[in-house]
Each structure stands twice: as structure tokens, then as C-alpha cells.
């Protein structure tokens, strides 16, 4: 795990120091486009993080995604429910006879109560009631009779036990895990694309500022040959070869100036909601990296990524979610084997008061007990299903296999481009101070009459590519620390981001 010996960023002044010569990029860039700026709006590394997180359109769809997860659960535990249902319903019928006709009226009402236990077994408490009126009586004569009792089938083979009928809440669970990763890993991702934009973009500008200082270095050569043509201690040739050089340099500050525009626009597409709500603001970085040594540990930072990474975390959940489904597919294998009870009471009378004390007094039970067996022949679907459930599994674990090597080699990768962007600083402001000394040289053997214009250029050309590698190279060692921190899964820490109702 990288652990940083002295701050990324600058102290606070300097920190200002380089924003006032951003700054003054920023409003060189708008002169050398021709262009005014509207506004200029500074912004901090953090800053541009906490608009991405609270505006970025692709954070604001995923977020929704761990909410779906969560009522996927409470639809998942639903199947414990219980179901309240209860009818009523008149009969009259005439029936022709002989001597006449039969009458028979009828209001009957009923009502159960019945649901899913978490063993698998299935309970139903029930009641009917039926009140009889006309001529046709029943056997007894009883006006009310009815019935009031409870059911019970509880499997023992085939859907019993509490991991079997909780499979499809663990399942949802685990797929509320993985939403919930998945979204944690499109964060942390999205914060490197910020950081990365943010770092582009100061290298844009710096890139472009390094431009404008040769272009006012071939322009100061011109305007000395000039001179001297003047006084006819310069032939026009050399007079020729600093305007080829002022026109060249004019073409790169052209194209870096179009480099800092492009590098906003990503930068803004990112923290913004609306693109537009930044149109014509040009946006002005503050927090300027220092190159500083890093302390980096392969071993440490591969074993942070395999307890952090959230793309790992989310397929050891897809696994289980898979290792739940291959359980249940299993039992599914089982024939059914279920024992089954039942209870209830009897009543009736020729008033209701009679009919409530002749149920309720438990003279004139009913139970019944017994087992119920089927056995699916073939059971070609449940076996198929079970196959299928475990080669699933088996393509998830290398899956999972998979990315951790991929992890480690991720690591080890971000770990060297530390080591190799930081040396890469170093002999790129080696090669700035030695192209400047060149320079210095050149002109001072210009003015002696031992030197030619052509070279001076090509020492000015030389200087302005040396400095370009620098900034590039200051801005491939900012970005590779985090990468660093992506490739640990560390970057929310290291940006002290929570992911609460804020976020």
C-alpha cells in the first residue's frame, strides 16, 4: 500500500503561487485565441470530485441501482407474508316435487389465514359459517353450522429447512451487495477520470505556457537579427530562419491553446450535470502536485486490493450468490415427502349463540393426520437445473480467479509506473537544465560570430521539447499515484469520501 512520506499537494502558499501563474496562462490563452474568457472559475482537486459525485449523470443512474437492490430484499421476504382472504355469498334454490316445492336459502361466509413458515411448512387457519333458511333443512335441522380448524404440511425432504427457503432472500441480498459494489467501483473509477482530467489539464496549461515562453524566445531572436542586418553583421538568411522559428512556435502555442479547451471540456463533462452550465467559463486548477517520493510496497498494496478492490468484492458476492443457487438446486433434486395435521372444530344450532357455544366448547373435533409422497419420474428439469446452477459456479470462481490475477498483475503494474514517472521527472529536469545551458551557449556564440541562427533555433526547439517532457512527465507521476490508489481500491480514503446521503 502506497504510503506517502510528505503531502501530494503543495502548502498553501504554494499553492497560490501557481494559481496566480495559472492564471495568468488562463488569461494569455484568451489573448493568444483572440478571444475574451467570460469568467474564470478556480477550482480545487476536491472540489471537482464533489460535483462529479453530486452531478456527474452516470454517478446519478448508478446510485439508484443499491435502492432497487434494497426493495429486491423486502420483495424477497415477502414469501413470509401472510395472505388474509375471506368470501360470502347467498344461494337460493327451488327445487320441484310432488306435493309442492323445495326452498333452500343459504348465507355462507368463510375466512383463512394462511402463509410460508421459514422450515417450508405451509399453516392455514380457516373458518366457514353457513346459516339455512326455506323449507329444504339439513339432517340436523341446525339453522347455523360450520366448521373453524387449522392445517399444517410441513416438507421433509424436498424444500425444507431454513437456508432452503431463505434462498431466494439471500439471493437478493447478494445481488443488493453487488449493485452496492458496483456502484462503489464506478466511483472510485469516476474519481480517477476526475483526478486524471485535473492533472491533464494543468499539463495543458502548463504545456501552453511553456509554448508561449518560446515564442517570445524566437521572437526575441528575430527582432536581434534584425538588428543586425541593419547594421550588416547578419545576413538575411538568418533573418529568414528566426521567422520560420517564430512561425513554428506560433503553430504550438495554437495547438496548445486548443489543448487547454479540450482538456476543460472533459474535466467538465465530468463534474457537471449540464455541459452548458460552464460554457464560457474557463476553469482554473489550484491544486498543483508536487513530485515527491512515494513509498510503495508491492506485497502490502496487493493484499489492500484483494480486501478493498470493490469489481473483486462484487464477484466473491456473485459466487456466493451462485453457491446459494446450486444449494437450492440440490434439494430441488429431492422427491417430496410431506406430513401433514390438521385440527378443527365442529359446530351448529338453531341460534347463532347455540352454534358460537357448540364450536367453541371442543365437544366435536376433527383432525387428521398423514404423509404425502411424490416422486417425479426422470426429474430430467430439476437435474438439468442443478447441472447448469454448478457449471455456473465453476465459471464464477474462475472468474474470480481470474481478476485477482489480474489484480495483482494491475498492482505491480501501478506500482513500477510510480517508480519509473518518478524517475522519469528527474532526467526530464536534468534534460530542461541542460537544453537551457545549451541555449545560453548558442546565443553567446552567436553574438561572437561562432554560431548560426539554424542552431540557435534548433537549441530553442530542443529547450521547448525538454519542458514539454517535464510537464509531461510531472503530470504521469501526479496521475500514476492515482492510479495507485484505484488499483489498491483506496482512492475514496485517500480522497476522504464517504458514500452517505451526501453522496
Known amino acids: 500500500m502506497n504510503r506517502p512520506i510528505r503531502s501530494l499537494f503543495a502548502p498553501t502558499h504554494w499553492k497560490t503561487f501557481f494559481a496566480v501563474l495559472a492564471l495568468l496562462s488562463v488569461a494569455s490563452v484568451a489573448r493568444a485565441g483572440g478571444g475574451d474568457t467570460n469568467q474564470i472559475k478556480s477550482l480545487t482537486l476536491r472540489e471537482c ?7 456527474n449523470l ?26 388474509l382472504s375471506g368470501s360470502a355469498n347467498y344461494l337460493n334454490s327451488i327445487t320441484p316435487e310432488d306435493f309442492g316445492t323445495l326452498t333452500d336459502r343459504r348465507f355462507q361466509s368463510s375466512g383463512a389465514l394462511s402463509g410460508l413458515l421459514p422450515t417450508g411448512a405451509t399453516y392455514d387457519f380457516s373458518t366457514e359459517t353457513t346459516r339455512e333458511t326455506g323449507n329444504f333443512q339439513s339432517i340436523s335441522n341446525f339453522l347455523y353450522n360450520g366448521t373453524a380448524g387449522v392445517s399444517l404440511t410441513q416438507p421433509l425432504l424436498k424444500n425444507f429447512g431454513l437456508g432452503i427457503n431463505a434462498a431466494t432472500i439471500r439471493i437478493a441480498r447478494e445481488s443488493q451487495a453487488i449493485a452496492l459494489q458496483t456502484f462503489i467501483q464506478l466511483v472510485m473509477s469516476k474519481i480517477n477520470d476526475v483526478s486524471t482530467a485535473y492533472y491533464e489539464l ?12 518560446t515564442r517570445a524566445l524566437a521572437q526575441q531572436l528575430l527582432d536581434e537579427n534584425r538588428k543586425r542586418e541593419q547594421v550588416g553583421t547578419m545576413s538575411p538568411l538568418d533573418v529568414i530562419q528566426a521567422e520560420a522559428g517564430v512561425a513554428e512556435s506560433e503553430q504550438t502555442v495554437i495547438t496548445t491553446d486548443r489543448a487547454i479547451k479540450d482538456n476543460e471540456n472533459t474535466l467538465k463533462r465530468l463534474i457537471c450535470q449540464r455541459v452548458t452550465e460552464f460554457r464560457g467559463v474557463s476553469l482554473l486548477p489550484v491544486d498543483y502536485p508536487l513530485v515527491q517520493m512515494v513509498a510503495a510496497d508491492v506485497d502490502e498494496s496487493t493484499r489492500t486490493a484483494l480486501e478493498m478492490r470493490a469489481d473483486y468484492l462484487s464477484l466473491k458476492h456473485a459466487l456466493e450468490k451462485q453457491n446459494i443457487t446450486v444449494q ?64 455456473d459456479a465453476d465459471q464464477a ?107
Open 58 to 83: 452516470e454517478i446519478k443512474s448508478q446510485r439508484i441501482n443499491p435502492s432497487i437492490g434494497s426493495w429486491g430484499v423486502v420483495g424477497a421476504q415477502g414469501v413470509y407474508d401472510p395472505i
Open 202 to 213: 494543468i499539463f495543458a496549461i502548463e504545456n501552453h505556457k511553456s509554448a508561449l515562453e
Open 328 to 391: 437450492f438446486n440440490r434439494n430441488q433434486l429431492w422427491p417430496e415427502i410431506d406430513l401433514q395435521g390438521s385440527y378443527g372444530l365442529n359446530g351448529g344450532g338453531r341460534t347463532f349463540n347455540r352454534y358460537g357455544d357448540s364450536l367453541t366448547s371442543g365437544d366435536n373435533p376433527v383432525w387428521s393426520i398423514g404423509v404425502a409422497l411424490t416422486v417425479p419420474l426422470g426429474n430430467r428439469a430439476a437435474r438439468a437445473n442443478y447441472h447448469i446452477a454448478r457449471l
Open 397 to 503: 470462481l474462475l472468474s474470480l480467479k481470474s481478476l485477482e490475477q489480474d489484480i495483482i498483475v494491475q498492482v505491480d503494474n501501478a506500482v513500477g509506473h510510480v517508480e519509473t514517472n518518478l524517475k522519469s521527472v528527474e532526467a526530464a529536469r536534468a534534460a530542461t537544465r541542460l537544453a537551457q545551458e545549451s541555449l545560453d551557449a548558442e546565443k553567446k556564440k552567436l553574438l561572437a560570430g561562432t554560431s548560426t541562427t539554424f542552431l540557435v533555433l534548433q537549441a530553442q526547439s530542443q529547450l521547448a521539447a525538454a519542458r514539454s517532457a517535464e510537464i509531461r512527465a510531472e503530470a504521469d507521476y501526479s496521475e500514476s499515484i492515482v492510479a495507485l490508489d484505484l488499483a489498491e481500491g483506496t482512492i475514496l480514503d485517500k480522497n476522504s469520501i464517504v458514500l452517505d446521503e451526501k453522496f
Open 49 to 55: 470530485i464533489e460535483r462529479a459525485l453530486e452531478n
